[in-house]
Nanobody
Framework: VQLVESGGGLVQPGGSLRLSCAAS????????MSWYRQAPGKERELVAAITSAGGLTNYADSVKGRFTISRDNAKNTVSLQMNGLKTEDTAVYYC?????????WGKGTLVTVSS
């Protein structure tokens, strides 16, 4: 299993970023995929999740209405569109798969929201 995140960077408050996670090594279309984040000094937290076919999504209250998770099962990718970014969204963002009872994580991509 390999998960590779991309798309992070520095953005001003109110700006937007789109994160992507490229997955390989498993049958992507069969599994729920999630985005997590970890801010400095804080525990890792769930940001958003999407079911295998993309029909259902779930979001942390702190990002509802601003972030959108989506997936492309033909390309084995899951994305996170982040709009209206706030300084408190600054964190390393991780793609996560739970596969056969084991959690797999990418290395993460850093998102910094600052003026």
């Amino acid at each position: 299993v390999q998960l590779v995140e991309s798309g992070g960077g520095l953005v001003q408050p109110g700006g937007s970023l789109r994160l992507s996670c490229a997955a390989s090594g498993f049958t992507f279309s069969r599994y729920i995929m999630s985005w997590y984040r970890q801010a400095p000094g804080k525990e890792r937290e769930l940001v958003a999740a999407i079911t295998s076919a993309g029909g259902l999504t779930n979001y942390a209250d702190s990002v509802k209405g601003r972030f959108t998770i989506s997936r492309d099962n033909a390309k084995n990718t899951v994305s996170l569109q982040m709009n209206g970014l706030k300084t408190e969204d600054t964190a390393v963002y991780y793609c996560r798969l739970r596969f056969n009872g084991v959690d797999y994580w990418g290395k993460g991509t850093l998102v910094t929201v600052s003026s």
